[in-house]
């Protein structure tokens, strides 16, 4: 039994792997945090969301899951979120129960605790996925449940799926993982998705990370520690055209208006400064990809969308190929 | 051609019933109030509820209702209610059309009757799942649809699949229904699930009832009297602990604070009185249970979810295969 | 390639089609507007809907359309039209995937254009039902699609499958659709349904309208040109008796209050103006009907309803079987 981060994983016997997926396998209980996976649980869920898109271009409609029954328990509304999940369920053939009310359980009139509404859903459903407003609040329902949990985001915590099909569209775009430059630009403050994208990327050999933010939003300490003990190079630029030329990957994010209260000047200054347009894709290297995690508003323009090296919205599909990997790692194991 | 409270029964061609359930048939063509079930129907249901927690037990996916369409028509949400209906069809191989939003339909700016609404859902369904705020709506649904209607609660009306999956409870748990002590604890004059339940237990042999509720609460006259009618034995008590050594169930319910308005010093009087926590179990039989419809407040401290005789959670779950059950026999028969 | 309003069209080589299908066909790539279709097409849709209709009646679940994953994208919430679309899916055996909430992809503090929402789910689903509130969204929305979209109404603009199913009733109903006369009776001005509904009868041959409105909503004079300039006779009327004594058809719209702002007045003396009841019935012919796209305020009444004329239950049926028959001709083709 081998504990991370609180997150439970079992060895499995090896002897009953699949082809091809060498080494040992841990069966996978729960996605909580980024942080739960190593490299080579994040190489072999990849492996399964190469399968996953094969399954999804060639056939109409997997049997995988069937008679399985997913819960979208979310507590926030996240349409992306939540249609990404109930498709890659129902790709496999699964079934699913859908709300984006659940605050209702847990309402102010009501007050249920979140683990009573656990124990609730989890005897309807063989999984929930769940979206939270309350950092920790799905490690908590997994520490309830008897059936898997995936956290679909908590609040300003995590968003562990996110994270993963982030670091597969690097590995599908790129062909690799080690000894990438990697540009990440716009909020790095308040973006989630780029800190848990650098502590990703820190499992890997000879990365190189550049951050080009606005003052305002500057990548915290705590992330350039980490990178710093885990040996992965950095630096911060204000170059955007220099980084662009020098990367395989340029990720930028969007400025988010509500991190900055009634400072609209300053929300207004920092979200012009870092554009990617056609002059930035003019420097970029042609095996190169520009990637965001979505919604845009203009932090990328319209006119790089043609652009072969704009990946986003293929990243955005790779979520679907994570999430269905993930269905059926849970559901059904290696 | 029986007619019970208005809601159509027909006598069934018994020679065809299968083996084990012995007697005559009814069959039912809606669930509109628990005033409906007479106590060898509610047998008749219990039996068909079992078979259903085998089928969700020990298979991935029954195909019992497999092409057939249950719409949830939800004129006020209630998201625990919804996903039980909603898991059960789907665990039986049914399909579901759901909508929370049913009042847009009968809108202020667009005012359509009820009796519309449903004539047009029925051409989209094959059985309508109804949850109103007003009581006496689903009667009128079932007076106006061909297809079979299930009322999930209408206003301080009826919610007559609780009260079923309660009284299925207590005969899994304790065995037995006739000759049973039920102490009903909390807000009895206004909770919809304890006066269904009195009036359920009605129909078994010597039970008797212990009502304990603050005196603002206190169950109102009209249920003393049907019991006192009917030959049910039933005291009031203040003594929580002296009530819980001799029940075989004790069923607490929740203070509900929009019951006290303006008035929160009563409302946190009355939900501090009478709380199930250890030293209530203490006292209790070993074979006795607590029961609980949820969501709970403090009602029950959490220190007694684990014990064996909470059969809250297990309520719950029972609620999915009476729900199982309903829909098989509206759509299949016996 | 036939270029038709800006909608895709391409010929198929009618070598392959289904006998009984005669003439050229065109394959449906999107349903946008109700101009899209000539006469022909609706001919073979009708045919197609009258296969569905079978198919709904006389099987538990076709598997047709098993594998494929529809999405309902609302940007505003319109329940009827959103179970229409999702049972039609359902019984021909496919899934869907469901949203009300679509304004949140677009939100104000997120900003994404509808093209990014629709680059978006077209990477989770086969085929797009859209719902917005801007005329010309779905328009917007098809030319960035590479998978088929269905309008299910954008704002003032269009509403197709409506358009469709009303002219597939008075087929259903009356048995042709050339020759025939119809009554259209109420909101003229701002009918959406009424609209579209004159524009299609001008396809067939001596069809004669008649417009029964108050002053305040009479037809517009763009459709009256139309018609006109198509050869399509027509005369306004403020009698509705002598109108009705006349016609196959009688089509009564509701007035819509919010058109009137804060003249409640003019409201309430259109509202009142034509209404049709028994009076109007007993002056019909006996193989009229009376329709309506609902939902009715009190511009029908209830006494009507038992009337084997009234058709308008019948005609938001009819809806169900047209939106299988364009889910199944754009997934699959004729």
Redesign the interface.
């Known amino acids: 039994l081998v504990s991370n981060h609180g997150v439970k994983c079992r060895a499995l016997d090896v002897a009953n792997s699949p082809p091809g997926l060498a080494g040992t396998k841990f069966q996978l209980d729960d996605v909580i945090e980024a942080q739960q996976f190593d490299r080579e649980t994040l190489s072999a869920i990849f492996a399964v969301a190469r399968e996953m898109e094969m399954i999804e271009k060639n056939?109409?409609?997997s049997q995988l899951l069937?008679?399985?029954?997913m819960?979208t328990l979310f507590y926030e509304?996240?349409?992306?979120t939540?249609?990404?999940f109930?498709?890659a369920m129902?790709?496999l053939g699964g079934?699913v129960?859908?709300?984006?009310?659940?605050r209702?359980?847990s309402s102010a009139?009501?007050?249920?605790?979140l683990?009573?509404?656990i124990?609730?859903?989890e005897?309807?459903?063989d999984i929930i996925v769940m979206r939270h407003f309350e950092s920790g609040a799905a490690k908590r329902a997994a520490a309830t449940a008897n059936i898997p949990i995936i956290n679909a985001g908590d609040g300003p915590g995590q968003h562990p799926t996110q994270a993963l099909l982030d670091v597969y569209t690097i590995d599908r775009e790129i062909g690799k993982l080690d000894g990438i430059k990697v540009g990440l630009v716009g909020d790095l403050a308040y973006g989630r998705t780029v800190r848990s994208l650098a502590y990703l990327l820190a499992k890997y050999h000879d990365v190189k990370i550049y951050f080009v933010s606005p003052d305002v939003v500057k990548m915290k300490d705590d992330i350039k520690d980490y990178l710093t003990s885990n040996g992965v190079e950095w630096e911060e630029s204000a170059d955007l055209m220099d980084v662009a030329s020098k990367c395989d990957v340029v990720y930028q994010t969007r400025i988010q208006?509500?991190r900055f209260g009634e400072r609209t000047d300053l929300y207004e200054e920092a979200r012009g400064k870092y554009i990617v347009d056609k002059n930035v894709l003019n420097v970029m290297q042609k095996h190169a990809v520009v990637m965001h995690p979505?919604?845009?508003?203009d932090e990328i323009t319209?006119e790089v969308d043609q652009d072969p090296r704009a990946a986003y919205?293929r990243q955005?599909?790779n979520g679907?190929y994570i999430r269905m990997a993930l269905l059926k790692l849970l559901l059904l194991g290696w």
Chains 1, 2, 3 share one sequence.
Do not use: I
Not at 66 to 69: E, I, N, S, T
Not at 97 to 102: D, G, H
């Open positions: 056939s109409t409609g069937k008679g399985y029954l819960a509304p996240s349409t992306r939540r249609l990404s109930e498709s129902k790709r079934e129960l859908t709300t984006e009310n659940a209702e359980f009139a009501k007050g249920e605790t683990e009573d509404s124990r609730t859903v005897g309807y459903s208006r509500e979505l919604p845009r508003l319209v919205f955005a599909k679907l």
